[in-house]
């Protein structure tokens, strides 16, 4: 039986980011093959991924490539605010935001088959994924994207990396990429508001139809009531509609502000991190209790 020394595992640890107990753990197997025990390794953070695959991943990041009229748009998501900082996680999202863009996948499972290699993981997205999860220790999965190709110009804006804009234009990039930051901001729901989703608008009439009801007037007044806020309502969701950001009067929309910038927006696409997805409220407390009480059944 070969001696396992601190240098091994430091190496080993150092090559693969396993924990330091599992890495001796797999030297003591290979007998001190150090291929052998990272093969070792690989198998058992293969078996991590699988596990950590029905962990909730609310967090994560959002990326851009844009190559002229080609670009796209990519959400992946993690566990943790921290692994969204990770230059690995970082850089598996900006390779597979360029895959996109160059190979127009399908759909998400068509983009996991793309061929990829970092980190020693590959030949595949989905393999590289996977790996990673096992090496940085937490889920992490490809949620959505957009692409965009052959329309038009583009321009885009990310506020860090947890909002990302696309934008298609014809006209002035200065004046997209304001746009770009202003949907950022303001979150319109659509571009103009007959692109307001039917069900949105209905779920909007439902509630100032309650509202307009509580007044006790006549039903034609509340009727207009009703059209009212809706109107209201659209044009507050509706890009063109809204009052531009940086309108120097507070006054000028941005439809306004395109017009007198010879601009015209063809349509946006936006990502929010986790948008949509219920996060796991964590007890902290009742973790480490749970933690400690593990380690002292060990």
């Known amino acids: 039986m070969a001696a396992i ?26 007998d001190g093959d150090m291929v052998r ?37 990519i959400e992946v998501n993690c566990e943790t605010d921290f692994v969204s900082k990770n230059e690995t996680f970082l850089a598996f999202v900006n390779a597979c935001a360029k895959l996109v863009a160059e190979n127009n996948p399908a759909d998400v499972g068509a983009l996991g088959a793309l061929s990829l290699a970092m980190e020693d993981f590959g030949p595949t997205v989905e393999d590289v994924r996977k790996g990673l999860i ?38 002035d990039a200065v004046a997209a990429k304001d746009a ?69 009067d507070g006054k000028q929309t941005v439809a306004a502000y395109l017009k007198g910038a010879k601009t015209e927006l063809k349509g946006f696409t936006m990502f929010v991190v986790g948008e949509g997805i219920e996060k796991k409220q964590d007890d902290f407390a009742a973790e480490v209790a749970a933690q400690v009480a593990a380690a002292k059944g060990q």
């Not at 107990?21 to 197997?29: F, G, I, R, V, Y």
């Not at 804006?157 to 014809?170: A, D, T």
């Not at 509340?222 to 969701?237: I, P, T, Y």
């Open 5 to 30: 020394t601190a240098k091994m595992v430091a190496d080993l640890r150092a090559k693969t980011d396993a924990p330091m107990m599992e890495c001796k753990k797999a030297l003591t197997e290979a």
């Open 180 to 248: 770009a930051m202003h949907i950022a901001a303001m979150k319109p729901a659509a571009l103009s508001s007959a692109d307001v989703p039917a069900a949105l608008v209905e779920k909007e009439r439902k509630i100032a139809a309650e509202k307009a009801a509580e007044s006790g007037k006549p039903a034609e007044i509340v009727a207009k009531m009703v059209e009212g806020s809706v109107q209201k309502f659209l044009k507050e969701v509706s890009l063109l509609d809204q009052v531009f950001v940086k309108a120097a």
């Open 134 to 171: 096992g090496k940085i220790g937490e889920n992490m999965s490809i949620r959505r994207f957009k692409r965009y190709e052959g329309g038009g110009q583009l321009a885009h804006y990310l506020h860090g990396v947890r909002i990302g804009v696309i934008v298609e234009f014809e006209g």
């Open 37 to 73: 025990a990272e093969e070792i390794l690989r198998v058992k953070l293969g078996n991590k991924a699988s596990k950590a695959a029905s962990r909730v991943t609310a967090e994560g990041v959002i990326a851009v490539a844009v190559a002229g009229s080609t670009g796209a748009l």
